[in-house]
Structure formats: structure tokens, C-alpha cells
């Protein structure tokens, strides 16, 4: 086998703009006191876990929740600018039930082919994936065996792992559920032939047992 990763990727701990329902895309607010405790007891969760390399968005709740995790473990983190939460333009820091009934609102979270960013600036479900493929591709491509921590958000996370591991962009929304503040998904990535492509499969999808 040319290839076997497991990569695990969490999403970050709560923050002070998921409690205020607030926006929060490009903008970043702290973690909670919840947040940090969600952060780590997944660390604790994943301490047995050899993990070769950490990855995380730049943003200081994936930052920090990716800190707590590695808590005092000898693994390098690296800060990857593809793995950023998408933008949500002129709605950044605004109170999201204000936007119930706003048709673009409502395609963000249910169409995303038809998601529309011509008013808010913002960026697309689209662009969100071609930066956030490009990061796995160059993981892959570094590495070769073992374990890898990824951080990142909410809606990114959605979509890529949906994505890669077969799914079109498209009908995500339609296709899978929102993933849970410092839950923990599993993709296996396998290359058996220089000549083929490597496989990306689900092992473990949402899990938030150890926050319990």
C-alpha cells in the first residue's frame, strides 16, 4: 500500500457568536467556557491517537481548540488559510433569525446550487470547496502513513467531507447534517497504484459521545 492516512477532522468548540447566534464566518469571537471544555474532552478522547501531524485554520476558535487537543503533545501544528470558515460578507456578526425569511439565507442552508452571494459578498459554496480541496491535496500528498489532525468549521467541514469521499457540492445540504462543536469525523485515505488515484472513506461521521 502506497498510502494509509486516517484523518481526523473537529470542528471547533463552541464560541460567544454560536451562543449569541450571531454570524460568523471570516469574523472570529472566543470560546466559551463550554467551548473550551468541548475542546478538551476531545482531547482527551483522541490522547491515545499517534497523531504524525496537526492542521488548523488560521482563526484563533480553531486555533485554540486544536491547542487544547494537543494539550502538551510533542505534534506540529501548521495554519492553513484554505481551511478558514467560508465568508459570509456584509452578514458577518449579524443575528442570524433575522435572516429566516431571506431567500438567500434560506438556499445557504438548504440549496446550496442556488445560494446566491451577489448581495451579502460573501463567498460560495464553490470557492469554499476549491481552497479547502486544495489543503487535502497537499496533505495527501506529504504524507504517506499514520494519523492526521485536521481543525477547521462548521460549513466547510460539511461540505468537504461529503465531497471528497464521493458526494457532489451540489446536494450536500440536502445529503448530510450539520456537524457538532468539537465533533470528531474520521476519513480513511487510501492509494494502492501510482497510476490511481487514492480512495477517501468514512469511518467515523459526527461523533460527540465523548462530550457527554
Same mark, same amino acid.
Given at each position: 500500500m502506497l498510502k494509509n $492516512? #486516517? !484523518?481526523y477532522f473537529v470542528r471547533h468548540g463552541e464560541t460567544?457568536?454560536? *451562543? $449569541?447566534q450571531l454570524f460568523q464566518? #471570516? %469574523?472570529?469571537s472566543p470560546l466559551t467556557a463550554k467551548g473550551i471544555k468541548q475542546a478538551k474532552q476531545t482531547? !482527551?478522547?483522541l490522547k491515545n491517537i499517534d497523531f504524525n501531524f496537526a492542521y488548523s485554520s488560521p *482563526?484563533?476558535?480553531a486555533v485554540d481548540t486544536a491547542n487544547y487537543i494537543i494539550a502538551n503533545r510533542n505534534i506540529n501544528l501548521d495554519f492553513h488559510d484554505g481551511l478558514r470558515e467560508i465568508s459570509f460578507g456584509n452578514w458577518e456578526q449579524k443575528f442570524v433569525p433575522d435572516y429566516y425569511s431571506n431567500e438567500d439565507f434560506i438556499n445557504f442552508e438548504q440549496n446550496a446550487q442556488k445560494y446566491s452571494t451577489l448581495d451579502n459578498k460573501g463567498e460560495s459554496f464553490k470557492e469554499l470547496l476549491d481552497r479547502s480541496t486544495r489543503v487535502i491535496a497537499d496533505i495527501v500528498e506529504q504524507h504517506y502513513h499514520g494519523n !492526521? $489532525?485536521?481543525v %477547521? =468549521?462548521?460549513s466547510l467541514l460539511r461540505q468537504l467531507i461529503y465531497v471528497i469521499t464521493g458526494g457532489a457540492w451540489q446536494d =450536500? $445540504?440536502?445529503k448530510t447534517t450539520i456537524l457538532g462543536n468539537s465533533s470528531i469525523s474520521i476519513v480513511n485515505y487510501q492509494q494502492t497504484d501510482f497510476d490511481a488515484p487514492g480512495i477517501f472513506s468514512i469511518e467515523v461521521l459526527n461523533q460527540i459521545d465523548h462530550l457527554n
Open positions: $492516512l #486516517s !484523518i460567544e457568536f454560536n *451562543q $449569541l464566518g #471570516s %469574523s472570529d482531547g !482527551i478522547a *482563526q484563533k476558535r !492526521i $489532525l485536521v %477547521s =468549521h462548521g =450536500h $445540504l440536502e
